[in-house]
T-cell receptor
Framework: AQKITQTQPGMFVQEKEAVTLDCTYD???????LFWYKQPSSGEMIFLIYQGSYDQQNATEGRYSLNFQKARKSANLVISASQLGDSAMYFC?????????FGTGTSLTVIP | NAGVMQNPRHLVRRRGQEARLRCSPMKGHSHVYWYRQLPEEGLKFMVYLQKENIIDESGMPKERFSAEFPKEGPSILRIQQVVRGDSAAYFC??????????????FGEGSRLTVL
């Protein structure tokens, strides 16, 4: 069975600093996708970044990068140069096939 | 290009009433997912549908909950005889395709159900 684990319920980061949000996964499927979503206090789910299991390079999208370590089954999100608007819940997700599995989320607070 | 549209955004029901939540996927998307998010928790998969077919409903409670995605019109998540534990945010997401290495899910803004 597939499983997504986020072990950090809450994180704090100083504005303009970088922060890493952890995500580990478990699957027996050889082909899968890993996603990160942001959920601000307004509640909507915002797609941030995607990594395919066969992608050779780590995904990057602006200030977001995904540190993909396949052997360790980890897909950590790195946010560089944190901004106050980055304060939100962040969810890691995995999507092989029918279901997209979500972790329990990490609440990030950016401190001015 | 409209995104995933969910309505109502907020719904209040008394115990025992029915709740109907609607979801119109993005144009060109034929795959719809419903998720439930309880307060302070992550998203729990409920059901995955394609047009006129339920593909995976393993996350749906066995009773009172049903979902459909007709050939014409939005996808509907129906909760009969609601109880207070049904109070949650219900998110719909759509995708243009399925299978490994797909693109992201596009989420609606959610429907927040409150059961009094």
């Amino acid at each position: 069975a597939q499983k997504i684990t986020q072990t950090q319920p809450g994180m704090f980061v100083q504005e303009k600093e970088a922060v890493t949000l952890d995500c580990t996964y478990d699957t027996s499927d050889p082909s899968y996708g890993l996603f990160w979503y942001k959920q601000p206090s307004s509640g909507e789910m915002i797609f941030l970044i995607y990594q395919g299991s066969y992608d050779q390079q780590n995904a990057t999208e602006g200030r977001y990068s995904l540190n993909f370590q396949k052997a360790r089954k980890s897909a950590n999100l790195v946010i560089s140069a944190s901004q106050l608007g980055d304060s939100a819940m962040y969810f890691c997700a995995m999507g092989p096939g029918n279901q997209f599995y979500f972790g329990t989320g990490t609440s990030l607070t950016v401190i001015p | 290009n409209a995104g995933v549209m969910q309505n109502p955004r907020h719904l209040v029901r008394r115990r025992g009433q029915e709740a109907r939540l609607r979801c119109s996927p993005m144009k060109g998307h034929s795959h719809v997912y419903w998720y439930r998010q309880l307060p302070e928790e992550g998203l729990k998969f409920m059901v995955y549908l394609q047009k006129e077919n339920i593909i995976d409903e393993s996350g749906m409670p066995k009773e009172r909950f049903s979902a459909e995605f007709p050939k014409e019109g939005p996808s509907i998540l129906r909760i009969q005889q609601v109880v207070r534990g049904d109070s949650a945010a219900y998110f719909c997401a759509s995708s243009p395709r399925t299978g490994p290495n797909t693109g992201e899910l596009f989420f609606g803004e959610g429907s927040r159900l409150t059961v009094l």
